[in-house]
């Protein structure tokens, strides 16, 4: 039976490949292209780019190969021309059986906008590229401060990463500012509070007794008795009263 089985496997197989090449070879020299079917390869658009941003793009500069010969279309100036774009990791462009143009697409996420003492502004994405520029409005945590592009894509690409992955924090952290001595400090949306977290590293510690400390000190005596809370010492945190 095993037998049997692989050989009618192979014999569909050796079928379809005949089949494939015969449509290949006999297709139409004069077809033309019905349209372009536009996807994100995470099945989800960042906000930042989305498909109607692509068709867009691909329009304004001649690409678009609704109608055009398909022989004529070429995936290569497709891929050339979005790959320019810098919010676009990578994108793969190619033509189907039936006269459609299919364009995949994989986006960055940026995670962290920066702008340094020098005037420097750029953003961070998840995997720690920086991406020059954004047209859109961003809602992400701001870095601001002595930060150089390499402090910016090591130390506050791990922190960045961290707020990211935390629902509280992700939602709570609205400005991260590092100091001439390379400490961080924390500007939170909720809270007339500036909450020092020091040098970088340790954040899983160091967030975990802060989120202690909301929910058992600053839940009681409220949000804006404290002007500055220091998360940096170890097994202790150490709020300064508003005079």
Not at 37 to 49: A, F
Not at 53 to 58: H, R, S
């Amino acid at each position: 039976m095993k037998k049997l089985l692989s050989t009618i496997i192979l014999i569909l197989l050796a079928g379809y490949i005949v089949f494939a090449t015969i449509a290949f070879c006999n297709k139409p020299t004069n077809e033309i292209c019905k349209g372009i079917y536009l996807e994100m390869r995470d099945s989800s658009e960042t906000g930042y780019m989305t498909t109607a941003d692509i068709a867009v793009l691909l329009k304004q500069n001649g690409l678009d190969p609704t109608g055009k010969l398909i022989d004529e279309v070429s995936c290569r100036s497709m891929e050339q021309q979005l790959n320019k774009v810098p919010l676009i990791a990578s994108c793969e462009c190619y033509k189907t059986i039936n006269g459609y143009v299919v364009v995949e697409v994989e986006c960055r996420k940026p995670i962290l906008r920066v702008i340094n003492s020098s005037g420097d502004s750029f953003y961070i994405d998840e995997e720690g590229e920086v991406i020059e520029h954004i047209a859109k409005p961003t809602y992400i945590p701001i870095a601001t401060g002595h930060i150089s592009r390499e402090f910016a894509r090591k130390e506050l690409l791990t922190l960045a990463q961290y707020l990211f992955a935390d629902e509280l924090w992700n939602a709570q952290i609205e400005q991260i500012h590092v100091t001439p001595r390379e400490e961080i400090e924390l500007i939170p949306r909720v809270g007339d509070h500036t909450i020092v977290l020091g040098r970088p590293g340790n954040y899983a510690y160091k967030f975990s007794k802060l989120r202690t400390f909301y929910e058992k000190g600053l839940s009681q005596v409220g949000w804006d008795r404290y002007s500055r809370i220091n998360i940096d010492y170890n097994n202790q945190v150490v709020g300064t009263k508003k005079e």
